[in-house]
């Protein structure tokens, strides 16, 4: 007969209810995703679930979602820094700093940041 696996090709998968589709309660993507330059003008690169980002001054971002039902969720950060990190946290926002090996904020070009979790 013919293989026991079955193929299955989309573009697009939506969940019935809304929100991100799951797989044995996994999320599949994340929840909200940016990739962006932090130097001069902050400029989003391309993003999905991500509003607006705020310069709050040097080496100092301020992501902006759409509003996640709880502050239940992980953020990753990289970009060409030593440290990056993600306080405080809130349902629409969170606020990254870059740093250099001094530990003094820097503007850094290449900023990439996610979100995991934050659903209901």
Known sequence: ???????IKANNITN????IPTVKSQQLIPTAWVNFNGVGTVAIRDSENITSITDVGTGHYQPNFTALANTNYACFISGNVLIGVASPISTTRASLQTLNQSVA???VADITFSIMGGQS
Do not use: E, I, K
């Not at 007969?1 to 193929?7: E, I, Q, R, T, V």
């Open 105 to 107: 904020n820097v503007d």
């Open 16 to 19: 019935v209810t809304g929100g």
């Open 1 to 7: 007969m013919g293989d026991s696996m079955s193929l």
